[in-house]
Structure formats: C-alpha cells, structure tokens
C-alpha cells in the first residue's frame, strides 16, 4: 500500500473547507476537492496547487446519488481506497429561520444537504476506507447543534439566532455521527463531529469573529487522530463540545 495520505474534502473549493486543504496538503496528503461548480473547482484545485499541495479535482453534489456515486468511482479508480473523509459541505437555507415562519421546503434542502448529504457520501466511500489503514471521518458541525449550548440560559454558552432549520440540521448530523461510531466501532474507523466556530465565510456573509484558517484547525486534528484517538465525539478548539 501506497505512503500517500488520500483525501477527500466535501466542499472544499471556498471556505472552511479550502483552508481543510491547504492545511491537510502541507501535512503530505494527496486532497481531493469536492465541489458542485466545475469554473470554482478548477480554481480552487489550481490554487491549491500553486501553495504546494497534492490536489485533485472531485466533481461532487452531495445531494445527488450519481454525482456521488461518480466520485466514488473516481476515487476507487485512480487510488484504490480513501484514508480520510471530511464531510464539509453545507448550507444554511438563508435567514430568518422563525420556527412558525419557516418553509417546509427550507427545512428538506437544509437535511437534504448537512444530513442526507453526508449520509449519502459515507455510505458511498465506507468501502475504501475500509481498505485504509487508519481511516479517518470528520463531520463537520457546530455548536449551535448542541442543544446544551441552545438551551443554556448562560450568556456565554448561548449560540447563534434562532435557526428551524440550520441549527436542527447539525444537531441531527451529531446524532447521525454518534449513531456511526457504534456501528463501526469494532473497526478502526475513528468518525467524529468537529465545530470550527463562527468564523467569517460565504455562508454567513462574511460576518463570523475568526478565520476560515482557524475554523479548519479542529478538522485538521480530527482528521490526523492517531490509532488510539477518540471516536464518536464533538469537538471544538477547546476541547470536547456537549451534545
């Protein structure tokens, strides 16, 4: 088996995710960039490249079953398995998000693509990164999934605005990741949910207190566990992140 670390970030081309990539690239990993758009694919590989790092192009919309069926074949072909995992990709579904206002079809685009989305593509790679030798899963979440931070009267924990769908959304992946690490937890696949923080990027127009390069750090952690490291956990820069 190959020394090379394979990579595979969903929505890596802008973001949180592209910084996933530079940070991952110059550890030595071979990155795979997933991205729906084809113009800010090639962009983001050729300016991965520039920086140094081993990046190659996955075409990849999360909430189709050929696209990600496609990648998953592209992957199989070209390395024969995947030792890393980054479930990246994700919306909001636009704000306000007021529980008695919001639309029903926000809410199934939302799941569609933080949940299904994410279901939908480890399911499709679970057979080569089984064929890893430490294989690694990272969800991305946040802490506005974690319903101790959403109901905490403290000032401190309390997390972002009121959110029917966005918030919902990563408190189901955190489940969808629990539900995960004990079904493979004989094996030596370590899965778990990173929080990168509200950092200033695309999806929240630019209006987050940190940098997608600090928001990628925990990812880069969890992504790198050694073979003892914890599974089916939450994480943020500070430690673990309460359900």
């Known amino acids: 088996m190959s020394e090379q670390t394979i990579t595979l970030i969903t929505g890596a081309n802008k973001g949180i995710g592209y910084e996933i990539a530079v940070g991952l690239g110059a550890l030595g990993h071979t990155v795979g960039v997933g991205a729906r758009s084809p113009e800010r694919l090639s962009a983001a590989v050729e300016k991965l490249r520039a920086e140094g790092v081993d990046a190659f192009a996955v ?90 931070r959403q109901s905490s009267q403290s000032a401190v924990e309390a997390v972002g605005p009121i959110s029917a769908a966005y918030s919902p959304s990563k408190t189901f992946l955190n489940a969808v990741t629990l539900q995960y690490a004990k079904e493979l937890h004989d094996t030596n696949i370590l899965i778990n949910a990173a929080c990168p923080g509200y950092c200033a990027t695309d999806l929240n127009g630019f209006r987050g207190i940190r940098t997608a390069q600090q928001g990628a750090a925990i990812a880069i952690h969890l992504a790198t566990l050694p073979d003892n490291g914890p599974t089916g956990s939450f994480f943020e820069d500070a430690g673990v992140v309460p359900w």
């Open 59 to 148: 075409p990849l919309d999360v909430t189709s079953d050929e696209s990600v069926t496609a990648a998953a074949s592209l992957l199989s072909e070209r390395f024969g398995r995947l030792d890393v995992l980054v479930n990246n990709a994700g919306v909001t579904g636009g704000m306000p998000q007021t529980p008695t206002t919001v639309d029903p079809a926000t809410m199934r685009t939302v799941v569609e693509t933080n949940v299904i989305g994410v279901i939908r593509v480890t399911n499709a790679l679970l057979p080569l990164l089984r064929r890893s030798a430490a294989p690694r899963i990272v969800n991305m979440s946040s802490s506005v999934g974690s319903l101790t």
